[in-house]
């Protein structure tokens, strides 16, 4: 037995599935998850000593790689000065002002520790301002697991939510509107009937919980009117697509300015770091400038903010964008030529330095039921073909894949390599 496969025996036992969180577990791809004991660069090494290509990053926030030396020595110098003090910091200042020159929609910044933090305060502080209590988002999306955000839709594109989760109850669904994503006639039918309702429209401006679908010439154009229109509070979820598809976020890439935003993952550099903020009319309403309660005894934290401050430093030195989105696109134009020889039906999406796989005869993927045309069989029968020749993709059809700086020309060859033997030997 491997000890990978030991140890997930074990961690049954006191874990819940063994993982602390579920998408971890290998259910969507079936067979045992990697345990991982050792990262650097651009691979990630398991228990049983096989090392791999990594394409999921921690889930996105190692854009620099694993163990990137300027970002450890910042931790490292941080951990002689004591963990956590509970109290103000100058890293912390450091890490507002270098944040809001990022990310010109920002005059305001309050740090978490989770990107379900973050969303949860957002939609608290847009209700707060606004004096409404519903809420929109799209279906696919994925915003962290507060109760108010666990919701799916009903039977018709105008009806009431209904929890995607026991534990939810039916009472706080109810205030969550569910709409198509892309589709910027339902949001403006949705807020003709209900716009005095509606408090927040929040919003993954690349969608990457659904795979990877970037929004449709428009959409996020649209979403910014009918906010305006209806005196909607517009929140861009930027928890993945922060500092990834471009420096200054999606809403740089797309140049749209929401009114709050939410960041996670590359804003920590691998710590637990999340954060919302916007203009300062909306962000004055958090205590104790105003009266909508928030709080963390972690927020903040100097190892989080010094590993955090040391990514957000090197991410800014020029072309460091560029060059990751070259890599995700040479990367996925060698992977559809090995799939179209092979007479693999499959397609791909991508933002930046973010993509989606599908394997699927349809060509334009824009909405959560296109992705789910993607064929699950032979997901899985790639991703262990993959995992075999030494590649680690996202254990789900229905995840965005990462790039990071540190893959190069030999990284790309392993990886395509290892996908040309695995469409080869697809059956599904
Ligand atoms: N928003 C988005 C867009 C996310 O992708 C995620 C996590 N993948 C979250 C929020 C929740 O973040 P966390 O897992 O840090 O709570």
Redesign the pocket.
């Known amino acids: 037995m491997s000890r990978s496969a030991s140890l997930f025996e074990q961690a049954q036992k006191h874990i819940p599935g063994g993982v602390n969180s579920p998408v971890r577990a290998f259910a969507g791809v079936g067979g045992t998850p990697l345990f991982i004991k050792h990262a650097e660069g651009a691979y990630i090494t398991d228990e049983d000593d096989k090392r791999y290509v990594d394409y999921v990053g921690s ?2 926030p190692m854009i620099l790689g694993h163990g990137h030396p300027q970002v450890l020595d910042a931790v490292r110098a941080q951990v002689d000065h004591g963990l956590s003090y509970g109290a103000p910091t100058a890293l912390e200042v450091e890490m507002a002002d270098m944040v809001c020159s990022l990310v010109p929609s920002l005059d305001m910044v309050r740090m978490v520790s ?6 949860m305060s957002a939609i608290r502080l847009a209700r707060g301002y606004t004096g409404r209590d519903s809420i929109i988002k799209f279906e696919g ?5 507060s109760d108010s955000l666990l919701v799916k839709a009903g039977s018709g594109a105008l009806t009431l939510g209904v929890p995607s989760s026991p534990g939810v109850p039916a009472a706080f669904a109810q205030h969550t509107i569910t709409l198509p994503y892309n589709d910027i006639d339902a949001v403006a039918q949705c807020l003709a009937e209900k716009g005095n309702e509606v408090a927040c429209i929040i919003v ?1 401006p690349v969608a ?2 659904m795979n990877c679908i970037p929004p449709v010439p428009g959409f996020l154009e649209g979403l910014r009117e009918q906010c305006d229109k209806h005196g909607v509070v517009l929140i861009f ?1 930027e ?2 697509t922060g500092f990834r598809v471009a420096l200054g976020g999606a809403q740089a890439h797309y140049g749209i300015t929401p009114d709050l935003s ?1 960041f ?2 590359v804003i920590g550099g691998g710590m637990p770091v ?1 954060c919302f903020g916007g203009k300062k009319e909306v962000m004055s309403h958090i205590a104790p400038l105003g009266p909508v309660y928030q709080a963390g005894t972690l927020s903040g934290n100097p190892l989080a903010m010094a590993a955090g401050l040391a990514t957000l430093k090197l991410i800014s030195r020029p072309g460091f964008h560029e060059g990751i989105t070259d890599y995700a696109s040479r990367l996925l134009k060698g992977l559809q030529e090995r799939a179209d020889a092979a007479g693999i039906p499959f397609t791909t999406t991508q933002a930046g330095g973010m993509f989606g796989l599908y394997f699927t005869d349809q060509q334009h993927i824009t909405s959560f039921a296109d992705s789910m045309t993607s064929n699950v069989e032979q997901f899985k029968q790639f991703f262990h073909l993959m995992l075999e020749g030494g590649v680690y993709l996202a254990p789900s059809a229905f995840e965005a894949g990462f790039v990071s700086s540190a893959l190069g020309e030999k990284e790309l060859q392993i990886t395509l390599d290892a996908a040309e033997n695995a469409f080869a030997n697809m059956t599904a």
Do not use: F, L, Q, R
Request: aromatic content about 8%.
């Open positions: 889930w996105g989770s990107g379900t933090e973050a969303t999306c994925y915003h962290g697991h993954e990457g919980n979820d928890v993945m939410t996670g993952k999340a």
